[in-house]
């Protein structure tokens, strides 16, 4: 059964950090691209970062500078480093795996879905 478990949010101030993370089980997760979308009240959801089988990472306008998204094969665990957090930040963010291996954010389009940890950023 595939699973996916994110983790780490919380509350922070404008400028603040977070490190999210999401572990994965019960299927072959380095064959999977990875990505991670954010989804707030009244708006679709919205991708965020991607990073490919191949390390290839993709990146939203909105976040590119500030977010870094990595993976450990091993750990079987994605993780999604948020620096220089802003207001318009604040979302539900999702961890997604897809089996098209070399996807993008633009391109994904996700298998399988985790439950979503919030992410509040507070000025």
């Known amino acids: 059964q595939v699973q996916l478990v994110e983790s780490g949010g919380g509350s922070v101030q404008v400028g603040g950090s977070l490190r999210l993370s999401c572990a994965a089980s019960?299927?072959?997760?380095?064959?999977?691209?990875m990505g991670w979308f954010r989804q707030t009240p009244g708006k679709g959801r919205e991708g965020v970062a991607s990073?490919?089988?191949?390390?290839?990472?993709s990146y939203a306008d909105s976040v590119k500078g500030r977010f870094t998204i990595s993976r450990d094969n091993a750990k079987k665990t994605l993780y999604l480093q948020m620096n220089s957090l802003k207001p318009e930040d604040t979302a539900m963010y999702y961890c997604?795996?897809?089996?098209?291996?070399?996807?993008?954010?633009?391109?994904?389009?996700?298998?399988?879905w985790g439950q979503g940890t919030r992410v509040t950023v507070s000025s």
């Open positions: 997604a795996a897809d089996a098209w291996e070399l996807g993008t954010i633009a391109t994904m389009s996700p298998d399988c």
């Open positions: 990073i490919a089988t191949d390390g290839t990472t």
């Open positions: 019960g299927y072959t997760y380095s064959r999977y691209c």
